[in-house]
């Protein structure tokens, strides 16, 4: 997944195809460009057809309110009645950037709003993960950001979802801060970064993936670690960076680990 997901809206079975092709197991789309496949039973019959898990579903909404909206509540509400039907998959709750104004009151009101939708999928048997994200118009980006949101997060309703290239391009390190909320983690993402300015190809950036990865296998996470690259060339060719990153997992990092 790369940007905002809405270059590829309504593409989903498409993507199911390059994802199985490159030899990843699990997929993780964004709710709201879902098209056709919003439907649960179109949905499992494609994935069935590719061998494909639904790993999670990303819910990323404004969320700039003191509260929720009526169209906020609506939306949440229907990923959620469309996860009911795949157990097990994750509702991954994320803000989009909209600007560092009023930071304070707007973190208090992100993690009151994370929190309700969260509870309201944990009251209907649907698991939730925050994922932070670091665009310099977002809310979720500093290490201020993490211990404010993260320490006011109901753990019986949410857990989170360190994103790596993300917390390396909020200056933070990955690992140390995994390890520091480790207690939290019940959702994984993966992408590299070179500073360049931002982004770049899995295994051509400074994240050290082998390492956390190795980590993660230690503790013995057993959620899903999904892969989002947000470089360049995933925007200008999201299939070819597809099949890139499954081939340098399976024949680079799963190799380097004991």
């Not at 949410?158 to 917390?167: A, E, N, Y």
């Not at 295994?203 to 999904?226: A, C, E, H, R, S």
């Amino acid at each position: 997944m790369a940007g905002n997901g809405e270059t590829h809206k309504g593409q989903l079975a498409h993507m199911i195809d390059i994802i199985a092709d490159a030899g990843f197991t699990g997929i993780q789309p964004i709710f709201t460009w879902m098209g056709p496949l919003s439907d649960p039973k179109k949905l499992a019959e494609k994935l069935n057809e590719r061998n494909i898990e639904l790993a999670a579903v990303a819910l990323a909404l404004d969320w700039n309110g003191a509260k929720e909206t009526d169209d906020e509540r609506r939306i949440a509400d229907d990923a959620i009645s469309m996860l009911e039907q795949f157990p097990g998959s994750v509702l991954c709750t994320v803000q989009i950037p909209t600007g560092r104004h009023d930071l304070e009151s707007r973190r208090k009101s992100l993690v009151g709003i994370v929190n309700e939708v969260s509870k309201r999928a944990a009251d209907r048997g649907v698991i939730s993960s925050f994922h932070p994200n670091s665009p310099h118009t977002s809310i979720t980006r500093t290490e201020e950001d993490y211990r404010v949101i993260l320490e006011a997060l109901d753990t019986s309703a949410t857990g989170w979802c360190p994103d790596v290239g993300h917390i390396i391009n909020g200056g933070m390190d990955p690992l140390a801060k995994m390890k520091e909320y480790q207690s939290l983690i019940n959702h994984v993402h993966y992408k590299d970064w070179d500073g360049d300015p931002e982004f770049t190809l899995m295994g051509n950036g400074k994240v050290d993936l082998v390492g956390i990865t190795q980590w993660l296998k230690d503790i013995g996470f057993p959620g899903w670690i999904i892969c989002e690259d947000e470089g360049q060339e995933a925007l200008e060719d999201p299939d070819f960076v597809t099949l890139h990153d499954g081939k340098w997992i399976h024949e680079t990092l799963i190799k380097k680990l004991t």
